[in-house]
């Protein structure tokens, strides 16, 4: 008895001793804090989050909420994300999202992977995220780990369902453009993985495109093919349709390719009441830094309007352009996440410019025109390439204006010039290479074939060729080593051999000697040096330079 009394003393005594602790107001803070921060990594990505799916999916960084009315705010702020198709490429995973990317998340997104096991996933940064088009957006994500699935499944608020698997990069329909021309509105197809043959045409009659909409699929035949493009009748009842619907081509005895590409109404082909006379596409990879120059340059000579075709550039492209813009240069940016695909691309941009543009120009952001007579018979140079070519818009069967190049090398040069290319360069080879070529896009052939830079016209159509005296491209081609070697990272032309591939070493596109390693000649600010020529640059001089500081328009790191 005296032991359970002795007993019932301990425990009396132990509850009077935990309750005022609990009570005390350093307890209360304690807990509330341990509470909350519980709270914080539950609603954030700081741990590991059980999943039924085997696949990687978007993560958006997470807020924590306390009320319907704040869940109900953070809905509209950031809508959920879904992923409607996936493209895997050689060296990343591309996913396209059904919306677009607000901009205050775009650079928090991340992949999550998720392995072979239920528990197991694994989260990494985004490479980057773009828009598409005017709906939907991309993102771009790192290959998936070993043993880590790389297709995607989609559920958000509920809403689940089972997402496509993930498309091969080498057999994809990729994307369409509306081409509304004189005989009737045609569909512009682009594809992966259909035809191999490099500068051919193709039977047109082997394929039909396939449109698929809520609640039909039509088909229609192929009126050309070449290369990675299919032309076909676009169905009457799509013409004033509104609503998305998705195109895929399909073979003679073949099921359609998997697509991810889609048409948003037919009215997507600007119109306008009078065309500019010269426009120019390009097609770049990280060229912000030279963009301005070109721009300025050739706006001078009289380029109204520019096409910049984006190939996954990551080095402030997007923001040069909008600052270009509002200094009165009318330059479109045109994402195009498709690697290797410089003829399609170029494809795609002549029919979104034949209802603009009476000329368009197609050549790089290293490429300048020069006219040497202009300069030494003391002529106007000022707008002397679009005076150059509306000397032919009357010309019914001219269709082409070609311009030889000169290739430049380093000059001398070690560090890349502070004031441009066409002041720093001045030492080229003597003989030229290849040309460039300036399009009536309404002659073009149907199949819109064309071999880097070079498209085929229509039949009875023929050319002009441009003699040096007159007009030139000065091609700063083998630029300082800092700028050259970015060209063993990849080639941007489908049928072009990259340079760290040991194939076709032979090739004009190949810097002759370089092998297929970035590896800096010893004496490779000397190469490419025949003749020094500082035509151009002598007039850049003359023509742009500040009579007070000297400093050329596009010198802006030096004015600030």
């Given at each position: 008895?005296?032991?359970?009394?002795?007993?019932?003393?301990?425990?009396?005594?132990?509850?009077?001793?935990?309750?005022?602790?609990?009570?005390?107001?350093?307890?209360?803070?304690?807990?509330?804090?341990?509470?909350?921060?519980?709270?914080?990594?539950?609603?954030?990505?700081?741990?590991?989050?059980?999943?039924?799916?085997?696949?990687?999916?978007?993560?958006?960084?997470?807020?924590?909420?306390?009320?319907?009315?704040?869940?109900?705010?953070?809905?509209?702020?950031?809508?959920?994300?879904?992923?409607?198709?996936?493209?895997?490429?050689?060296?990343?995973?591309?996913?396209?999202?059904?919306?677009?990317?607000?901009?205050?998340?775009?650079?928090?997104?991340?992949?999550?992977?998720?392995?072979?096991?239920?528990?197991?996933?694994?989260?990494?940064?985004?490479?980057?995220?773009?828009?598409?088009?005017?709906?939907?957006?991309?993102?771009?994500?790192?290959?998936?780990?070993?043993?880590?699935?790389?297709?995607?499944?989609?559920?958000?608020?509920?809403?689940?369902?089972?997402?496509?698997?993930?498309?091969?990069?080498?057999?994809?329909?990729?994307?369409?453009?509306?081409?509304?021309?004189?005989?009737?509105?045609?569909?512009?197809?682009?594809?992966?993985?259909?035809?191999?043959?490099?500068?051919?045409?193709?039977?047109?009659?082997?394929?039909?495109?396939?449109?698929?909409?809520?609640?039909?699929?039509?088909?229609?035949?192929?009126?050309?093919?070449?290369?990675?493009?299919?032309?076909?009748?676009?169905?009457?009842?799509?013409?004033?349709?509104?609503?998305?619907?998705?195109?895929?081509?399909?073979?003679?005895?073949?099921?359609?390719?998997?697509?991810?590409?889609?048409?948003?109404?037919?009215?997507?082909?600007?119109?306008?009441?009078?065309?500019?006379?010269?426009?120019?596409?390009?097609?770049?990879?990280?060229?912000?830094?030279?963009?301005?120059?070109?721009?300025?340059?050739?706006?001078?000579l009289g380029v109204e309007r520019w096409f910049i075709y984006d190939n996954n550039s990551d080095d402030g492209l997007q923001e040069e352009i909008k600052l270009l813009n509002s200094e009165s240069y009318n330059v479109s940016r045109h994402v195009w996440p498709w690697i290797k695909t410089q003829?399609?691309?170029?494809?795609?941009?002549?029919?979104?410019a034949k209802s603009e543009c009476n000329w368009v120009g197609f050549f790089d952001v290293d490429e300048f025109y020069y006219f040497p007579t202009h300069r030494s018979q003391g002529l106007p140079i000022e707008n002397a390439l679009s005076s150059l070519v509306s000397n032919y818009t009357s010309?019914?069967?001219?269709?082409?204006?070609?311009?030889?190049?000169?290739?430049?090398?380093?000059?001398?040069?070690?560090?890349?010039?502070?004031?441009?290319?066409?002041?720093?360069?001045?030492?080229?080879?003597?003989?030229?290479?290849?040309?460039?070529?300036?399009?009536?896009?309404?002659?073009?052939?149907?199949?819109?074939?064309?071999?880097?830079?070079h498209f085929q016209m229509r039949e009875g159509v023929g050319h002009v060729s441009l003699v040096e005296s007159v007009a030139v491209v000065n091609h700063y081609k083998y630029q300082v080593w800092e700028t050259f070697k970015a060209k063993f990272e990849r080639r941007v032309a489908t049928y072009?051999?990259?340079?760290?591939?040991?194939?076709?070493?032979?090739?004009?596109?190949?810097?002759?000697?370089?092998?297929?390693?970035?590896?800096?000649?010893?004496?490779?600010?000397?190469?490419?040096?025949?003749?020094?020529?500082?035509?151009?640059?002598?007039?850049?001089?003359?023509?742009?330079?500040?009579?007070?500081?000297?400093?050329?328009?596009?010198?802006?790191?030096?004015?600030?």
């Amino acid at each position: 008895m005296e032991y359970e009394n002795g007993k019932k003393r301990k425990v009396r005594n132990r509850q009077q001793q935990l309750k005022p602790q609990f009570l005390s107001p350093r307890y209360l803070t304690i807990s509330l804090c341990s509470f909350f921060v519980l709270l914080f990594f539950l609603s954030s990505n700081r741990i590991s989050v059980r999943s039924d799916s085997l696949r990687p999916s978007l993560r958006l960084p997470a807020l924590s909420v306390s009320s319907s009315m704040d869940r109900s705010l953070h809905a509209r702020l950031f809508p959920p994300l879904r992923v409607e198709d996936r493209v895997q490429f050689p060296d990343h995973l591309l996913l396209i999202l059904s919306t677009k990317i607000e901009k205050g998340v775009k650079k928090d997104l991340v992949c999550v992977y998720h392995g072979g096991r239920k528990e197991e996933t694994l989260a990494l940064p985004s490479i980057s995220s773009d828009e598409l088009d005017e709906f939907r957006s991309i993102v771009r994500c790192p290959n998936a780990p070993l043993n880590y699935s790389s297709s995607v499944n989609i559920q958000s608020r509920g809403d689940t369902r089972e997402s496509e698997k993930v498309h091969d990069w080498s057999k994809v329909v990729y994307d369409a453009v509306v081409d509304a021309d004189g005989d009737g509105d045609t569909v512009v197809v682009f594809v992966k993985g259909l035809t191999r043959r490099p500068h051919k045409e193709s039977d047109p009659s082997n394929y039909k495109c396939q449109f698929e909409t809520r609640v039909e699929v039509l088909l229609t035949q192929a009126l050309a093919a070449a290369q990675e493009v299919v032309r076909c009748v676009l169905p009457e009842s799509l013409k004033l349709n509104p609503e998305p619907f998705r195109v895929s081509v399909r073979g003679r005895s073949t099921p359609a390719l998997p697509s991810v590409a889609r048409i948003y109404g037919s009215d997507s082909i600007v119109k306008v009441k009078k065309k500019h006379e010269l426009c120019v596409c390009t097609m770049l990879w990280n060229q912000a830094p030279f963009l301005r120059e070109w721009i300025m340059y050739h706006s001078w000579l009289g380029v109204e309007r520019w096409f910049i075709y984006d190939n996954n550039s990551d080095d402030g492209l997007q923001e040069e352009i909008k600052l270009l813009n509002s200094e009165s240069y009318n330059v479109s940016r045109h994402v195009w996440p498709w690697i290797k695909t410089q003829e399609a691309g170029f494809s795609h941009c002549a029919v979104r410019a034949k209802s603009e543009c009476n000329w368009v120009g197609f050549f790089d952001v290293d490429e300048f025109y020069y006219f040497p007579t202009h300069r030494s018979q003391g002529l106007p140079i000022e707008n002397a390439l679009s005076s150059l070519v509306s000397n032919y818009t009357s010309w019914g069967l001219v269709g082409e204006i070609r311009t030889e190049c000169h290739s430049y090398g380093p000059s001398g040069l070690t560090s890349v010039p502070s004031q441009g290319v066409t002041v720093g360069y001045t030492c080229r080879q003597a003989n030229p290479e290849r040309h460039k070529s300036i399009i009536r896009p309404e002659l073009l052939t149907s199949s819109l074939l064309n071999e880097v830079h070079h498209f085929q016209m229509r039949e009875g159509v023929g050319h002009v060729s441009l003699v040096e005296s007159v007009a030139v491209v000065n091609h700063y081609k083998y630029q300082v080593w800092e700028t050259f070697k970015a060209k063993f990272e990849r080639r941007v032309a489908t049928y072009v051999v990259d340079w760290r591939e040991n194939q076709n070493q032979g090739s004009k596109d190949r810097a002759p000697g370089l092998g297929t390693e970035a590896v800096e000649p010893v004496d490779w600010k000397r190469r490419f040096c025949e003749v020094w020529d500082t035509g151009l640059k002598d007039l850049v001089l003359s023509s742009f330079a500040d009579q007070v500081t000297g400093y050329l328009p596009w010198q802006r790191q030096l004015q600030e």
